[in-house]
C-alpha cells in the first residue's frame, strides 16, 4: 500500500483564489511528521509547513495551512490567496516515527503540479 | 545564514561511469540526507548520516555509497552508471527543528 497518496496529478486555479491539495497517508506509528514541499522547475525543494501527529492544532504558515485530519490520515494542505509564483510541483512526505537523528528518512507523494492561471 | 549546497548542478556521465555527488549543510546541522528523484515521481530515500555514521538506507544496490567527513558534508558515489540512474540527486540537512531543508540538487545525465 501507498504510504502517502496525493489523488490530483495536476490542477489549475485562478489567482486569488484558495487551492487545496489532498494528501492521505497511512501508517501505523502513533508517533510521525508530515510535511509539505514546494518544488519550481529550478528543482529544488522548498519546505513549505509541517504537522506532528501529536500537534493539537492545525500548521499555518503565512498563506499556507494544513488541514490535518488524524482519523481520516490525511493532511491537506490549503493555499490561500494564490500567487503566480505559487505554480509548481507540491509534494507531501511523511516521517514514520520519533525524529532521533537517524530517523528522520521521509517518504514523498507523487506530487501534484499546481497552475495558477492569472 | 547559507542553505544547504551541493555541487555539481549538472553532470553528465556514460554508462559505466563512477559518479561522486557533493553536499555541504546547513551550518550547524549534522545530519545529512540523500534522494534520488527520477523524471515525474516524488524523490526516493537513499541513505541518512549523522555524526559520520549510517543511519539509514534505502532500497537502492550497492552501487550506491556515502559518506560523512568530519565537517559534516557529505559525499554520494555511484559506481557503474546505468541509464536509469539519470535523476535529480537532492542532500537534505536536517537540524534540531526535525525539518529536512534541501540543496538545489545536482542533474545527472547517464548516457
Known amino acids: 500500500a501507498q504510504k502517502i497518496t496525493q489523488t490530483q496529478p495536476g490542477m489549475f486555479v485562478q489567482e486569488k483564489e484558495a487551492v487545496t491539495l489532498d494528501c492521505t497517508y497511512d501508517?501505523?506509528?502513533?508517533?510521525?511528521?508530515l510535511f509539505w514541499y514546494k518544488q519550481p522547475s529550478s528543482g529544488e525543494m522548498i519546505f513549505l509547513i509541517y504537522?506532528?501527529?501529536?500537534?493539537?492544532q492545525n500548521a499555518t504558515e503565512g498563506r499556507y495551512s494544513l488541514n490535518f485530519q488524524k482519523a481520516r490520515k490525511s493532511a491537506n494542505l490549503v493555499i490561500s490567496a494564490s500567487q503566480l509564483g505559487d505554480s509548481a510541483m507540491y509534494f507531501c512526505?511523511?516521517?514514520?516515527?520519533?525524529?532521533?537523528?537517524?530517523?528522520?528518512?521521509?517518504?514523498f507523494g507523487t506530487g501534484t503540479r499546481l497552475t495558477i492561471i492569472p | 545564514d547559507a542553505g544547504v549546497t551541493q555541487s555539481p548542478t549538472h553532470l553528465i556521465k556514460t554508462r559505466g561511469q563512477h559518479v561522486t555527488l557533493r553536499c555541504s549543510p546547513i551550518?550547524?546541522?549534522?545530519?545529512v540526507s540523500w534522494y534520488q528523484q527520477v523524471l515525474g515521481q516524488g524523490p526516493q530515500f537513499i541513505f541518512q548520516?549523522?555524526?559520520?555514521?549510517?543511519?539509514g538506507r534505502g532500497n537502492f544496490p550497492d552501487r550506491f555509497s556515502a559518506r560523512q567527513f568530519p565537517n559534516y558534508s557529505s559525499e554520494l558515489n555511484v559506481n557503474a552508471l546505468l541509464l536509469g540512474d539519470s535523476a535529480l540527486y537532492l542532500c537534505?540537512?536536517?537540524?534540531?527543528?526535525?525539518?529536512?531543508?534541501f540543496g538545489p540538487g545536482t542533474r545527472l545525465t547517464v548516457l
Open positions: 512526505a511523511m516521517r514514520e516515527g520519533r525524529s532521533n537523528f537517524g530517523n528522520e528518512k521521509l517518504t
Open positions: 504537522q506532528g501527529s501529536y500537534d493539537q
Open positions: 548520516y549523522y555524526e559520520k555514521e549510517e543511519r
Open positions: 537534505a540537512s536536517v537540524g534540531w527543528t526535525d525539518t529536512q531543508y
Open positions: 551550518s550547524g546541522h549534522k545530519s
Open positions: 501508517t501505523s506509528d502513533p508517533s510521525y511528521g
